[in-house]
């Protein structure tokens, strides 16, 4: 019995429930709970209960899948075929589409692949930031949201632009607070949201890509999903592991704050 | 183009059970399902390499299903207030007090997260650092909500009270 010398925890207590323990330190676990009698009926009850639901839920993957979900059959039909499931995310893009945003191109949603990696530098980087800090347990954020007026000026200043910190409560969404970040010679401002699931995106901005206005572009690296454009000099990305429709919703926020309207005045 | 079909389709059944244990509904699974599968083939080159292709897709149709239910229901969070519809009402089942009663009701009182958690670790043998990914949430958000799922798992079945508990939040 050498080997891990830690103390018994809720995650020892679940990985032998799941089987997931080395031998020894499961010798060790079912050792503390013979002398903690409470806690082993419940673990035992636990068991029990997984092979319940497992049993419950075995016949389902058993049966032979439908011949519509054969790979083959739903490439075969180029569109989705109905507004079943994205009555939303269409009702979205038509929104944008004539709506005075200025339209994306919205033909992730209607089949034609959204793969489009990330062409514009801005969106490659702002991925790139949303991998690397997203996952952060102990540090998302350099400056967090309850220091918002400092976050927001001290990054203004350094970008040498104003950084906008849009209130996204109306997506779901609560100020993590933000960092700087390099991009090339000059720095970026990464902004992290998240949700009460516990969904993070970031909204990613730095100076530069020309002074005009983009239509909203979409890029999806694995299930990574972002939106950029650019406005008034400056370059946006919001990025997120979420769905499009509500990536979407959080761009045009962000659009509509930055572009100092409010959001209900949007064309509908 | 032909090497996704044999690396896809193994995983189709998991999905379905999946999609099953969510929706409760087998004509709404499969259709959520095919979407999952539409979409991770529309993203199949942008997909990453060295990830875990099941852990993506579970990814994939999750959020599918949680977009589904956000705009099915924009008063609720989850489809708690729908499913404790369907949870019987204990009192009313005599084999509650013999622990006979069907766990997928005890499941549908709990709330997605915690649902999603107890079906990709329990049930799909993801890692808990895999269900992480697919929850977006770190590995001890994960252990914190396997916990309050089988605490509360524990309680439907031992007394059937958990439908009750939730009916008065």
Redesign the interface.
Known sequence: MSGDPRPVG??DL?GL??G?LEPERQALVEAWLVGNPARAA?VS??RV??E???A???P????A??A?????N??SRHL?PGA??????AAAVLCLALGGAGGWVGH?LH?????A?AEAPATQDAVAAFRTF??E?VHPVEVRADEKPHLVTWLSKRLGHAVAAPDLSAQGFRLMGGRLLPAGTEPAAMLMYDD?????LTLYSRVGDGDGRTLFRFA????IAAFSWVDGGMSYVVTG???E??LLSVAQAVDAHVRGLAPDRRQP | MDEIAPLIEPQIPALRRYAVALLRDREAADDLVQDTLERALSAWSGRRRDGDLRAWLFTIERNLFLAAVRRRGRRGADLGAEALEQVPDPSADPGAALGARDVLAGLDTLPEEQRSVLLLVAVEDLSYAEAAQVLGVPLGTVMSRLSRARTRMRGFLETGRTGLLRRVK
Do not use: C, K, N, Q
Request: positive net charge; charged residues 40%.
């Open positions: 809720e995650d679940h429930i799941d997931r419940e009850t636990d209960l997984r319940r639901l497992r419950r839920l075995a389902i993957a058993e049966e899948i439908p519509r979900l054969r790979v083959a739903i490439r989705y079943s499931w994205f009555p939303m995310a992730a089949g034609v692949p959204a793969v990696v997203v996952v347990a009460d699931r516990g969904t993070r999806r690296e694995g299930d592991r979420t769905d429709a509500r």
